[in-house]
């Protein structure tokens, strides 16, 4: 299942959220708990991660493709010991913002804890998809698409990437193609379906304000 969200709608997104959240406990619990939302990415709930992905429940997410000036994407391969997916290449880092949380900050946040950068992110887009990631999980998510710009070498957390590269769309494709096991299903559809949102002219930066 893929399907395109509408683009915008931060205020009515906050508002839901504030919402929701005035029901709920904001004790310490929230740390390992993820955004529920509907189709229209309003908040309808929060849920415990694991239990979550075991449901199928639809929630929200982040993903972050860090590009060079020369327009390659960076890519980690993620853990071994990651929960789904584990040793899959995939694309810069992704996450969950948790309740109460501006996307673009936790995104920031985890991009800093998993790959030791710090650069500015652009939204330009989120969609949605649901697949079987194995081990009894299923990721159905809400997916923010987040692009920035960095020439730095990452300096990896190991507990989440194992190593890295870099890489050009055109030979991601290729090899995508050629390998398609040895990638996550989530970066395999964004390159299938939402590359068309991406700013990327070879040679040149793109804006991230």
């Known amino acids: 299942m893929i399907r395109l ?36 990415d309003e908040m309808v709930g929060v849920g415990e991660k694991l239990l979550v992905h075991r449901k199928g429940l639809l929630h929200r997410a982040f993903s972050i493709f860090v590009l060079n000036s020369h327009g390659e994407l960076l890519l980690q391969r993620r853990a071994l010991t990651k ?7 995939s694309n ?5 913002p ?3 949380e501006q996307i673009k900050i936790a995104a920031k946040q985890r991009l800093k804890t998993e790959m030791g950068l710090d650069c500015q992110l652009k939204e330009i887009g989120s969609f949605i998809y649901c697949a079987d990631v194995g081990a009894n999980l299923i990721e159905y998510e809400l997916d923010h698409l ?10 990896l957390n190991l507990h989440e990437a194992i190593d890295w590269k870099r890489s050009s769309f055109k030979a991601l494709t290729e090899e995508l193609s050629q390998h398609p096991d040895t990638f996550t299903f989530w970066l395999k559809v964004i390159l299938n379906t939402q590359l068309h949102k991406f700013p990327i002219s070879s040679g040149s930066q793109f804006a991230t304000t």
């Open 83 to 89: 929960y789904h997916s584990a040793g899959l290449w």
């Open 92 to 96: 810069t880092c992704c996450g969950h």
């Open 98 to 100: 948790r309740p109460g």
């Open 146 to 155: 987040l692009i920035g710009y960095s020439e730095l070498d990452p300096i």
């Open 5 to 40: 969200t509408h683009e915008g709608h931060t205020s009515e997104r906050l508002e839901s959220d504030v919402h929701i959240l005035s029901q709920v406990n904001q004790s310490g619990f929230m740390r390992d708990q993820l955004v529920l939302v509907n189709e229209n």
